[in-house]
């Protein structure tokens, strides 16, 4: 009886101290936000709305968050399968894929400079080859940052899948195929709807890390291309105005919410469907 | 026996104790930038000081030194730090930074009056050591120097998408102050420098974060020209580039002295008094001049002939060329030119 008793007890302090140090995160955030230059209010809030450009750099947020985790579930999804597939070794293909955390954020993301700039690698080659005339912009806008985000956060969205795709009962796939279901039927009425919750959970992780993403708008975005992440950070660490910047954070995680919440629900009735508790 | 033993222990400790008292009673804790600014600080300054006066001196590179002041407001880890002339004015404002008597320091009678930062009781807020300017960094593989004549030249449509410029809480200060200038205004008169302002962010390719980003930028070749800082060119022709210039525009560049400051309530006030005397001597500003470009304030500093043949004319010519704003002005107005110049960039390049 003890020897049960001990470790989920041990499990529960560890959860209660995560949601304390969260919660409390939060609470501060909250008092932060609500201070104003003469006492308590939702001044930073109104001041956050009332400035169009800043409602458009939410907008955008949101905006380059979902399209980088729609590319993101459309490169990392592909590939998760395939390793998921492979007879050889497995090991090897995922340290591939977990590889690039081992270089510095900056450093991945000065590399797509080298590559997508108007100077850099595939601009010079397309117009030494005369097929354009001039450089893409391939860089410095939007398309920049969706890049280097989906480059950043791809491997999040591969190894949540995985882990689904790694515990599938592969009778499930033979079955299909011997009532005659062919792959590409298998892979949408049995591969598919029993991995939608990595599907979720890597939807959830990408979109999160995007929304909070610095590093990558602001190397590789244009001079309208800001993130609401990187206008908190000017905020905090340069114009030290840590009310705004506090408002502006509850503003983002509550968009967040927004998202992520559905996004939840959805996975727990795929899950309970799959495990046959929802039918 | 046991008498002599707890004796003996006590001592010990107390030898410890004032041993640690004196290490730490002689020492300068520095916050300045990264970026080269650390090290050349610890050659041109900390090392000849330490030696002639047996007081340590720990150089530590933060990205911000402001941030750190402001950090640690009740508790200052440094007795020192870098900063510049409208962010120690902005500190100052906010009660995080000491003041001092002129007095205390003799070699700032050889420093122009209009580069010490004052406050307004009078008394010194910090030692004024060096300079940098602002004016504009051309890359001439894409286009010639002489096509930047001009501060108005950045707005041309011709430049679109390939300049650069910095983000708003340093272009609010510097370009948004020099614009103006050139448009016939001030620090204070600013409404057609921010057109002009809208106009260049119109024309940038990109919005640079750090200086190694621009380097990047400007090296690679990615943008043509930037509003930028000489020190940053001149390490890069150090270095050995030779497609990299720095234009003095007619309008004149942007005058950016810097100062040492004291975080309020700093430990160790001898020390950092002899540091701020050190400082202000000519000698170590002549070194720094050679490391990395910043040139002297103090009038007594003679440039190396390297060092003058990369500034391209006599110190004193180039330095009343340059425009000095009222710092003190530009900081009590930050919050709000950074609000225009947001707003004014989130509309740059719109038809």
Known sequence: MTRTAKPSFALLAGAAILIAAFLTGIAYLVIESLHTGSGWGLDNFAYFFSRSDYVAVLNRTILVSVLATLFAALIGYPIAYAIADYKG???????????????????????????????????????SWGVIDTPLRLIFNMTGVVIG??????????ISVLSVLLHQDKSLREASQTLSAGPIRT????????????????????????????????????????????????????????????????????????????LQWLERRVAARVSGRGE | MRKIRVVRWGVAIAALSAAFTVTHAQEVTMATWGGGVGAAWREAFA??????????????????????????????????????????????????????????????????????????????????????????AVNTDLAPAGE????????????????????????????????????????????????????????????????????????RGEVAAAPYYSTRVWQMKRDGLTNVEMVVPKEGALMLPYLVVVPKNASDRESYMKWLNYVAQPEGQERIADIAGYLP???????????????????????DSLYQPDWNYIAEHRKARIELVERAMADAGRK
């Open chain 1, 149 to 158: 985000l989906v480059h950043v956060f791809c491997p999040f969205f591969i």
């Open chain 2, 297 to 319: 304030l103090n009038n007594e500093a003679k440039l190396s002939e390297e060092a003058q043949k990369i500034i391209g004319k006599p110190l004193t010519e180039l330095r």
């Open chain 2, 47 to 136: 090392e000849p000081f330490s030696k002639e006066t047996n007081i340590n001196v720990k150089i530590v590179e933060v990205p911000t030194p402001e941030a750190q002041i402001r950090a640690q407001k009740d508790a200052p880890k440094f007795n020192a730090a870098i900063s510049s002339l409208f962010e120690a004015a902005q500190m100052y404002n906010d009660g995080l930074l000491e003041d001092f008597d002129i007095n205390d320091f003799p070699a700032l009678k050889n420093v122009p009056e209009k580069y010490l930062l004052k406050a307004p009781n009078g008394r010194l807020i910090g030692v004024s050591t060096y300079f940098a300017y602002y004016g504009i």
């Open chain 1, 89 to 127: 070794n497995r090991n090897f293909l995922m340290m591939l894929v977990i590889m690039p955390w081992l270089v510095s954020v900056v450093v991945r993301t000065y590399g797509w400079v080298v590559i997508l700039g108007p100077r850099g690698t595939l601009n010079s080659m397309l117009l």
């Open chain 2, 148 to 219: 930047f004549g001009s501060w108005k030249s950045l707005g041309d449509p011709k430049w679109k998408d390939k300049l650069s410029i910095t983000r708003p809480i340093y272009s609010s200060a510097y370009d948004l102050t020099i614009m103006s200038v050139a448009e016939g205004g001030n620090e204070r008169d600013i409404d057609k420098g921010l057109e002009l302002l809208k106009k260049v962010a119109g024309n940038a390719l990109a919005m640079y974060s750090s200086m190694a980003q621009m380097n990047q930028l400007l090296q």
């Open chain 1, 187 to 262: 892979f949408f009425n049995i591969t598919l709807p029993l991995s939608l919750s990595g599907v979720i959970t890597g939807a959830i992780l990408v979109y999160l890390l995007s929304t909070g993403a610095i590093v990558t708008p602001l190397l590789l975005g244009g001079v309208r291309d800001g993130m609401l992440a990187t206008q908190i950070y000017q905020d905090v660490l340069q114009v030290f105005d840590y009310p705004k910047a506090a408002s502006m954070a509850i503003v983002l995680l509550l968009t967040a919410f927004v998202l992520v919440i559905p």
